[in-house]
């Protein structure tokens, strides 16, 4: 069993930066990869980012250039830093383990506004 704690999201203006992070506790080494996905009101959950187990990642072309993924394997964390925020990444922020299934952080609001 894995679970996932996601730290709180915020409120940032425009062309703000936020991190968020996510740690891991029970079965890591089960975990393929993680990654952050996020879902907007209406619309379908995304991938965001994504980190596998050998350190490789992939971004949505979205975020590119702004956003960084990276891990901590000995705190069992990724981050996501996000740089250059925009309206349009205003979202709930969800942390994902890929093991076989998925497991899925309890989510986090991120707002960019004016």
């Known amino acids: 069993q894995v679970k996932l704690v996601e730290s709180a999201g915020g409120s940032v203006q425009p062309g703000g930066s936020l991190r968020l992070s996510c740690a891991a506790s029970?079965?890591?080494?089960?975990?393929?990869?993680m990654g952050w996905y996020r879902q907007a009101p209406g619309k379908q959950r995304e991938l965001v980012a994504l980190?596998?187990?050998?350190?490789?990642?992939d971004y949505a072309d979205s975020v590119k250039g702004r956003f960084t993924i990276s891990g901590d394997n000995a705190k069992n964390t990724v981050y996501l830093q996000m740089n250059s925020l925009k309206v349009e990444d205003t979202a709930v922020y969800y942390c994902?383990?890929?093991?076989?299934?998925?497991?899925w952080g309890q989510g986090t609001q991120v707002t960019v506004s004016s």
């Open positions: 029970g079965s890591i080494f089960r975990v393929d990869a």
């Open positions: 994902n383990a890929q093991l076989g299934s998925s497991i």
């Open positions: 980190i596998t187990r050998a350190g490789s990642t």
